[in-house]
């Protein structure tokens, strides 16, 4: 095992705040994919595209951000236009799409089930939505997962779209939310959706995340399963219970970076202690 910081919940709440002051600018997008889902002005287009955008989002950035722009010119530059109105002749277009083990066929899904949702739930967020309230973020995924693939589909997309009821730390759909939700207050997040709060939001659980989580004592499970979002999100709540998962920014850019930078300014605070785990 690694090493991981004891420190005080305000020298914690200093390091990722200057982190998330450091790292949350325009600059953050240029090598992210929020940078094409940013790219529509208008809410549906960017919803639409943004739930594509992470859905592919595994692999190398430079990879997910080419295909999603694909993915882009595939529908036209009009991607709610598309899901709504795409002819079977436009829609035959898709099938030679793949990034990774997501492929045409996926693809068709995706946007049948988009569709679906637009006509029979009012849309992306409402579907994550039972009397108007999201609940617990948990049970609120797989219930949009649920109304997603209600029309006819084939099993092989389901592992698509996470489950956490089974388990899965359901990072795309969490990064996917907080593009969504987290407000547009430095150019970084596009903040489209007012009936679900930051504070609900659970943090995207990635390998960066999760190893700067766990050197700053944030999450102790060595699982990146779903208890471990509730875990790393629970204590980024202690810190700024209104919106917890600005701190994703924080973690993630940090644990692009040296790592070990992180390690060694948390230790240079006064009280900080370094123990072997």
Do not use: C
């Amino acid at each position: 095992m690694g090493r991981r910081t004891s420190t005080s919940p305000k020298e914690l709440t200093e390091l990722l705040d200057a982190a998330y002051e450091r790292l949350a600018a325009p600059a953050f997008i240029a090598n992210d994919p929020i940078q094409v889902p940013r790219s529509f002005p208008v809410r549906e287009d960017a919803e639409v595209i943004g739930l594509l955008t992470a859905t592919i989002a595994w692999g190398q950035r430079r990879t997910i951000i080419a295909n999603a722009w694909k993915l882009v010119h595939l529908m036209d530059g009009a991607p709610h236009d598309f899901v709504l109105h795409a002819s079977p002749v436009e829609l035959k277009r898709l099938d030679g799409f793949v990034h990774r083990t997501f492929n045409g066929i996926d693809l068709r899904h995706f946007v049948r089930g988009l569709r679906h949702l637009y006509a029979e739930h009012g849309g992306i967020e409402p579907a994550f939505l039972e009397d108007g309230r999201v609940g617990d973020m948990g049970t609120a995924i797989a219930r949009f997962k649920h109304r997603f693939f209600e029309p006819r589909h084939q099993p092989r997309t389901r592992k698509h779209v996470a489950d956490p009821s089974k388990g899965s730390n359901a990072k795309r759909i969490n990064m996917y939310l907080r593009w969504m939700v987290r407000p547009d207050d430095r150019g970084v997040d596009l903040g489209l959706w007012k009936r679900i709060t930051p504070a609900e939001l659970m943090v995207p659980l990635d390998v960066h995340t999760g190893r700067v989580a766990r050197e700053l004592g944030l999450l102790v499970r060595a699982q990146d399963d779903w208890k471990s979002v509730v875990e790393l999100t629970e204590n980024l709540r202690k810190l700024d219970p209104l919106d917890p998962v600005k701190y994703d920014i924080a973690l993630f850019g940090l644990g692009v970076e040296d790592h070990s930078n992180t390690r060694r300014a948390v230790r240079s605070r006064p009280g900080a202690v370094a123990r072997r785990k």
